[in-house]
């Protein structure tokens, strides 16, 4: 599905559109339409009509109304456009070739991480898909009693890690001082979780600002203590990888320390 309208395709209010008949292209018959189609979302900038954005996702709960049809849409995570649908203009187009996507793996919660704009979703998706992943070791505070504190900790090998969510993409002011203190209980010997008090010792530490940005990058460091935002899709990729391939625990620790470090 190719347009350059306004708030396509990641930011639909209530997640739901409409294109007119008239922009169905050879392949697409209204009469027949699938409960769900695997969808590719192209986004054209207005003037030059070239590719600004895509995502992999789905589109479903289509109803015809006079000459139009509505849907909904979910958006999985972004992509770089496929070379072979670059060139498409405005429209919806069916097409026999299957999409290299990996949404068929992902669990539904998953495929709400992108789209969500509740934050209390987002924090509890995360911190399943931490889970997911395979950390065993992660441990998430109450979201009743939250002042100062980070949404979450978790420990994997010899990584220590204080995590925060925010559906903000301006936060480093917002957190500035938050993160000082996430950076501080970091470099304690012990750390105290729900009335639990685990050991850090020499682990290698982070703290984590989990947005929805593009790629994770290193954002600063003061001391030992590393301070990254981290992409929910670059998560999202490593929980992929973890049940697609042969990641041991040692490969899944050293992907997680070097998340956002290029």
Not at 94 to 101: A, G, L, P, R, W
Not at 111 to 138: H, P, Q, V
Not at 191 to 212: D, P, Y
Request: a neutral charge; charged letters at 30%; hydrophobic letters at 35%.
């Amino acid at each position: 599905m190719v347009t350059n309208w306004e708030n396509h395709w990641d930011n639909l209010r209530n997640n739901r559109t409409q294109y007119s008949l008239g922009m169905l292209k050879s392949g697409v018959d209204p009469s027949s339409l699938p409960e769900s189609a695997e969808t590719v979302f192209i986004k054209l900038k207005p003037v030059t009509k070239v590719v600004e954005k895509a995502w992999i996702g789905r589109s479903y709960n289509f109803h015809i109304n006079r000459n139009k049809i509505e849907f909904s849409v979910e958006i999985a995570h972004p992509i770089t456009c496929p070379d072979q649908y670059a060139r498409f203009s405005e429209g919806w187009f069916q097409v026999s070739d299957e999409v290299n996507t990996k949404s068929e793996l992902l669990p539904g919660f998953m495929l709400n991480l992108g789209s969500t704009k509740d934050w209390r979703t987002f924090e509890n998706d995360l911190y399943m898909l931490l889970k997911c992943i395979g950390i065993n070791d992660a441990y998430k505070y109450e979201q009743t009693d939250q002042r100062g504190k980070a949404d979450g900790y978790f420990s994997f090998g010899n990584l220590s890690v204080l995590y925060d969510c925010t559906l903000e993409s301006k936060f480093e002011k917002l957190k500035n001082v938050q993160i000082s203190n996430f950076c501080d209980q970091l470099k304690k010997d012990k750390i105290e979780v729900k009335s639990r008090k685990i050991t850090i010792g020499q682990h290698k530490k982070a703290v984590w600002i989990i947005t929805k940005c593009r790629s994770s990058h290193q954002l600063d460091q003061i001391d030992d203590v590393k301070i990254k935002e981290v992409s929910v899709y670059d998560l999202v990729d490593l929980y992929i990888r973890r049940i697609t391939s042969e990641l041991d625990s040692e490969g899944l620790e050293e992907a997680l320390t070097k998340i956002g470090q290029g």
